[in-house]
């Protein structure tokens, strides 16, 4: 059940990156995350959301850029 959930949710990310261009790990919240988060809930989420991009990266799916801005952005490659 936790592999499903994580392939379903790798697979949102990718469909969000290649319909909305390049995403931050905080642009993914509400993608991955339906329900209204408290504060505690959004830390652990942004974890989930930049491990799970970061996976795609490291895989070869997306590249990373850092914007003038510093922030990380994730597109398909």
Do not use: N
Request: charged share 30%; net charge positive; proline share 3%.
């Amino acid at each position: 059940q936790l592999h499903d959930h994580h392939r379903q949710h790798l697979e949102r990310v990718m469909e969000a990156c290649r319909e909305r261009g390049p995403r931050t790990g905080a642009d993914l919240l509400p993608v991955l995350f339906t329900r209204k988060l408290d504060l505690h809930q959004t830390t652990f989420a942004m974890g989930e959301a930049v491990a799970h991009l970061h996976k795609l990266w490291f895989d070869g799916h997306l590249r990373r850029q850092r914007g003038e801005d510093g922030i990380y952005r994730f597109a398909i490659t």
